[in-house]
């Protein structure tokens, strides 16, 4: 399973971006995929999850409302919909695959349970 995130870049306080995961694996639509952020200096953190069918989805409060996930099983990809940025959302966002099939009720948002990985795009948010 390989991953390649792109859309990241520079975005003023309030605005939006669309990150995109394209994955690269015959069995996509068996794998639920996760959205992580790494700031400057602070642990990983789960910013969104989505369950292999798309039927579940996870946020955290810190983005609820604001950041949406989606799939298109067809593309082999997972987008993440990021509005109403603030400079606190400025970080490295990675997607990562768990290293088993997940049913359709699965969506994680804990990193030990993810073992495939992007190589990350860079989000930052400044005026």
């Known amino acids: 399973v390989q991953l390649v995130e792109s859309g990241g870049g520079l975005v003023q306080p309030g605005g939006s971006l669309r990150l995109s995961c394209v994955v690269s694996?015959?069995?996509?639509?068996?794998?639920?995929i996760g959205w992580f952020r790494q700031a400057p200096g602070k642990e990983y953190e789960g910013v969104s999850c989505?369950?292999?069918?798309?039927?579940?989805?996870n946020n955290p409060d810190s983005v609820k409302d604001r950041f949406t996930i989606s799939r298109d099983n067809a593309k082999n990809t997972v987008y993440l919909q990021m509005n109403s940025l603030k400079p606190e959302d400025t970080a490295v966002y990675y997607c990562?695959?768990?290293?088993?099939?997940?049913?359709?009720?699965?969506?994680?948002?804990?990193?030990?349970?993810?073992?495939?990985w992007g190589q990350g795009t860079q989000v930052t948010v400044s005026s």
């Open positions: 989505i369950s292999s069918d798309g039927g579940v989805i």
């Open positions: 694996t015959s069995d996509f639509d068996r794998y639920a």
């Open positions: 990562a695959a768990p290293g088993h099939y997940g049913g359709s009720d699965y969506c994680s948002l804990q990193k030990f349970e993810y073992y495939e």
